[in-house]
């Protein structure tokens, strides 16, 4: 399943090749995917301005030629936005280029390219809004600030810690507080800022917190990093998914040695979900 990172270099790939060309047909093999695909129309002779991510969706600003708008103002600015679920690629292809397996929806642009979305399991949703409304869309209201921006900040995450008897894992894993933090990088970040992943959150120091808020940063930064090689895989002919594979210290690692101190990694199931940590360096 893409994560943050993984949607961040999905959204570096795409802006390189994508920004300014012009829609001039969309086509959708299906009415749905996860949820129904909105209707596209309003796309027709539009843009693509730029293309933002908020947590882990893509976002599609469109903008009107002004020669063909007679009024270019703000109403008739529209937001693509795009999740890619558990399996969904994106490809830019040739026009001419055959639909590949899994392929549900293809935008066809001025320039002879096309862009195709692919995805095997269907669980990928998409929805248009006015670029003024996305942010009150129920997909997006209740969420929690980008883990790299500054508003995630040592202050805030201890905000949402006090007097929480929450796993410390299971709280930075919650949306609603950050987004983007996933089950790799949680247990990746704890492992860094040596913290149990089963601690309560309210009864970690401040400053392990602040150690904990550096660690999400720089484990996310890093796997954008990472893929950052790996862009032209999935813009190619026959591209290979964008998601790349990091190699981790405790995920994943059940019973090997600790890049650190040679204990022995261990799994536990936390809110359903396997947590990795080294016993003897995290508390
Ligand atoms: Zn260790």
Redo the contacts with the bound molecule.
Sequence with gaps: MPELPEVEVVRTGLSSLLLGRKVLSVTAFRANLRYTLPNFSPLFNQKIKEIRRRSKYLLFDFEGDISENTKNNTSNLQTLVWHLGMTGQFHVLPKATAAGAHEHVRFDFDDGSSLRYRDARRFGYAGLMAKIDWPQHAWFKRLGPEPLFDAFDVEYLLSHCLGRKLPIKTLIMDAHVVVGVGNIYAAEALFLAGIHPARAAGRISKHRLQTLVNAIKTTLAAAIQAGGSSISDFVQVDGKPGYFAHSFHVYGREGEP?T??D?KIRRIIQAGRSSFY?P??QH
């Design positions: 600790c650190r101190c204990a080294c003897n360096c």
